[in-house]
């Protein structure tokens, strides 16, 4: 397909702005841009066939299951966007006077208090703006909690295998040096190998729980007061609270310190990659270390709630402007609002069941990484396969796309050989659930039979499969025109 | 009951007899009891019908004050946002995709973040651009990063940037052993080229000023970045995207990156986000950019094909030795703002820069002619500028507010920092003056 710039001729425009009706002004020669400015020229009609184009070129959750294991694509409800776009709330700049801004504050006040009941802590800043952003947050706390209280050799953050990359790559940013422990066989935490590097180094642990393999750790209370005896603190991933939401707490697991993905648990769209939103909440005795501003209500002289802002008095400082993703949040405050305590119970119980489902139909068929049973997702490993047939986990994920399924997250964790992550949702029927695994038996079927056109596949989609090495070595990044004749 | 689950209560029983549990909760026996007690013991609201949730956002939103008029800018920017943008921004497959791993299923999204990247580039004058940043303070210390060298670890912040960027360019290196020295404004509101003089040595890795900055001056920004490429620091400005269409490019000026908030190009004010942080460099810098890149490849048919690309800087492959964390971007964002450069085109945007421009500089001058106001500084600015007025900023924007107008932003000294882009008209301004003219 062309791009907007192959479809530009010189000349062509929308006629948006109205003439001028001051006087122009012009700024001197030297602060005048010299250089072409060669974006797109297109009429209106154009535009919009190509933006409807490209979106057929696009899958979203809304076409079709979407599997895509620790990311919780479940569906983004229409209500959460449509309010988000109230002018009440688009409107509003972010430096208007206090008295003027009463709505957002309070909206974030309420969503503040809503997840940290959710997840058991007492304070929760919006201010990041995706679960990568939240783990640094929360680890420039972990620091200067340490720092404040003059414990300055606590450099270590302890990380088990299975986690996500970001979580060494957030405690680097911190100032933290990373010690990697390998998960026992049931793809737990080694209880041996976590002794082995607690010490006075430990500045603290970060554990996704359940973790990547799905699976609740049933020694998480022992493993978080090891850390605590040790004196370091206990970081809660919440790439995977989606299983637990309302059945268990990571405040009541041990943990001092939580980041949630509103972009995952509480159905915020993904967007091709982001807005997202990545909170972080924390026990009390953490919040001094909060980063400005936070949100927070008080009560007035007749009683009603006024709403202002404040600087924790030993604040990390700021993460980034202004107060985060503010219109995920509040997409994320409605759909809490919508389920409320009970819906939000369902939501993970039934994702841990249909979890469960898949799994039991596709067991007699792959190899799934560890016995059950699973919480919201389940790692198959295609290593047997390879081995036999030579078809890797990639080659399924590709048959999967004929199907008109996305494929479950390829090859991560990393503990697992030819790993591919699934995770259902909540929010897929029980036909769907069928749906899946009756085409991923189908697929298995082709291994011996036809193994083929598995290698050859996807052969239904726009392209096939892309070459990556040569997009990596010799990167084309942007369009240039081509050179004339 | 629970919203958006479409399997009835019998189907979930059913699937529980099929593997063989009575409930759901036995799945959980890895969970302590007292765990699952002290869940459900929380106090929690119960759920709410469409409706219900419809009136309660409704009346949150009717809880904020809309301004007819604003007049207020600093780090935030009312623009008129063309039909197009909203209607496109909103297509479900655009809204729920997932960031396009699985190229053959999203060449759609890909391709938008590719024309994204050609038109940050082309706004910079710069070679190469990655999908967007969280915003254009968490920019400004990826561009830090980027900076930093083993021996070189100093780093010269304009005091001309936003405070907010500032402050998170601080953070950002607190436990990381870099030093951040700000480098002085001169009395014409401009960076101080003495002073960075000064403050350049061998150990100084990058310098970053604001253009324009965020008292709206035009910054000499060839002149500074000569200084420092001369002293061996990386050169890192940060724009306003709609101010580029007429300002010299970035590229033009000597600069290794740019950065800036996207805001601009198509977003609301939203409270303060979401915006969108873009980044762009000179293609010696490609290999140090964070966040996901797409390039262009193809097939084995030949046919284009767009990919996420030079994964190997990224934290899913290096882990600690990653260039950055980020993952999750503002990619939908990154979509409005490739929309709106293409609704807006080279000439529209021109246009959108050149009213600002005027507009700024005709209310300029009006406020100046009132008794007693005056413009602090003489050099020349873009659409934003600060006045010093015999009464207090408060006082002003406590009696613009009565006319439904939200007037600059004042700051601490007392003075005012105002902004007009197209949205106002010449009748708005005229206002404005008159209803100054009469608090005296």
Known sequence: MQLSFEKSVAGRRTYVLPAPDVPKYELPAEMRRTLELPLPEMGEPDINRHYSALERRSFGVNDGPYPLGSCTMKYNPIINDQLASLPGFTQIHPLQEIDTVQGCL??????EKFLAAVTGMDRMTFQPAAGAHGEFTAL?????????????????????DSAHGTNPASAAMAGFETVNIPSNEAGGVDLDGLKKVLGPKTAGLMLTNPNTLGIFDPNIEEITALVHEAGGLNYYDG?????????????DMGFDLVHLNLHKTFSTPHGGGGPGSGPVGCKA?????????????????????VYDLEVPEKTIGRVRSFYG?????????????RLGKAGIRAAALTAVLNANYMAEGLRD????????????????????????????????????????????????????????????????????????????????????????????????????????????RNPILRYTEPEAE | MCAYLPSTEAERRAMLEALGKESALDFFSSVPAEQLAAAERVDLPEGMSELELSRKLNGLAAKNRQFAKIYRGYGAYNHYIPAMVDEIATRQAFVTTYTPYQAELSQGVLQTIFEYQTMICQ??????????????ATAAAEAVNMCLERRRRHVLLSEGLHPQTIETVKSRFQYLNVEVTLIPLAESGETSVEALAELLDETVCGVLVAQPNVLGIIEPAAELFA?????????????????????????????????????????????????????????????????????QTTDAEGRRAFVLTLQAREQHIRRERAMSNICSNQALCALRAGVYLTVMGPQGLREVAELSLSKAHYLAARLAELPGWSLRFDGEFFHEFVTDAPISGEKINAVLREHDILGGYPLADGGMVWCCTETVTREDMDELVNILREVG
């Open chain 1, 106 to 111: 309070q909206a974030l006040v309420e969503a």
């Open chain 1, 140 to 160: 420039l706390m972990v620091k200067a909690y340490h720092e404040d209280r003059g414990d300055s050799e606590r450099t270590q953050i302890i990380v088990p």
């Open chain 1, 239 to 251: 790439a995977n609270l989606n299983a637990v939401m309302g059945v268990a707490r990571p405040g």
């Open chain 1, 285 to 305: 005795f953490l919040a001094e270390f909060l980063p400005h501003d936070m949100p927070i209500a008080r009560k007035g002289e007749d009683g009603e709630y």
């Open chain 1, 325 to 337: 993703n503010f219109l995920v949040t509040l997409k994320a405050y409605a759909y809490a609002l």
């Open chain 1, 365 to 472: 068929y792959y190899d799934i990484s560890v016995p059950g049973p699973y919480m919201h997702e389940f790692v198959l490993t295609i290593e047997p396969l390879r081995q036999e047939y030579g078809i890797t986990a990639m080659d399924i994920a590709k048959a999967i796309q004929e199907k008109g399924i996305h494929p479950p997250t390829m090859y991560f964790p990393l503990n697992v050989k030819e790993a591919l992550m699934v995770e259902p949702t909540e929010t897929e029927s029980r036909e769907t659930l069928d749906m899946m695994i009756e085409a991923l038996r189908e697929i298995r079927s082709r291994v011996d039979s036809d193994p083929e056109s598995l290698r050859q596949a996807p052969r239904t989609t726009v392209i096939g499969r892309p070459d990556e090495t040569t997009a990596a």
């Open chain 2, 123 to 136: 706004l910079t004058g710069l070679d190469v651009s990655n999908a967007s940043v969280y915003d254009g």
């Open chain 2, 227 to 295: 200084l420092a490429k001369k002293a061996g620091a990386k050169s890192v400005l940060s724009i306003n995207p709609i101010a580029a269409a007429i300002l010299p490019a970035a590229a033009e000026v000597g600069v290794d990156i740019a950065v800036g908030e996207g805001q601009p190009l198509g977003m609301p004010l939203s409270f303060g986000g979401p915006g969108l942080g873009f980044m762009a460099a000179r293609q010696d810098m490609m290999r140090r950019l964070p966040g996901r890149i797409v390039g």
